[in-house]
């Protein structure tokens, strides 16, 4: 995969690992990208808490504009996460993001990054093909709110 060779863009974006006193905003992003599916505030205490466990904020002109999830399995990254502002979509953050995730996997001594998506959330699909991932399986309704089914999508190195 070539997260140098590919488009990435994210410019003006800087990442950083998540701090407790970033949380107030963190939930204000989550809400805004899952309404009532939102992660509650204890998922989000436990990440921080959890050395398997990565939160990258990235940042925008001094503001929070997303962030990614992610924790070290026995075999994989699990990409638990993804959201990213609206006011701030399309500008290349989450992409951005993902391939900071991928970039990780060496040093998380992984060679694969897993995650789900709903079925129906094409925008997210496409910005994880542009990056590599492909589709490895199906779960049938994976998602509790509606029963949606997940797709599994997987980054190998
Ligand atoms: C999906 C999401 C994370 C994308 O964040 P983003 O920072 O806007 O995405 P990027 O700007 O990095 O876009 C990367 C690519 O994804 C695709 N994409 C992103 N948003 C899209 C949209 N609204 N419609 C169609 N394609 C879209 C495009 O292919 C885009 O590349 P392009 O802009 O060069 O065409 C964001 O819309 C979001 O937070 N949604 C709600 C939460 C969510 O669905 N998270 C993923 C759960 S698996």
Known sequence: MNVTSGKIDGSGVTLRKMEASDLLRVLEIESSCYGSESWPPAEFIERLNN??????????????????????????????????????????????????????????????????????????????EQLGFRKTGEIAGYYWTDREDALVMEYRC
């Open 51 to 128: 050395a398997k466990a990565t939160i990258l904020l990235a940042e925008k002109a001094g503001q929070i504009a997303g962030f990614v999830i992610y924790s070290r399995n026995w075999f994989k990254l699990h990409l638990e996460n993804v959201a990213v502002c609206p006011f701030f979509r399309r500008a290349g953050i989450a992409r951005l993001m993902v391939s900071r995730v991928i970039a990780d996997l060496p040093a998380q001594k992984r060679r694969r990054v897993v995650l789900e998506v709903r079925k129906s959330n094409l925008a997210a699909q496409s910005c994880y």
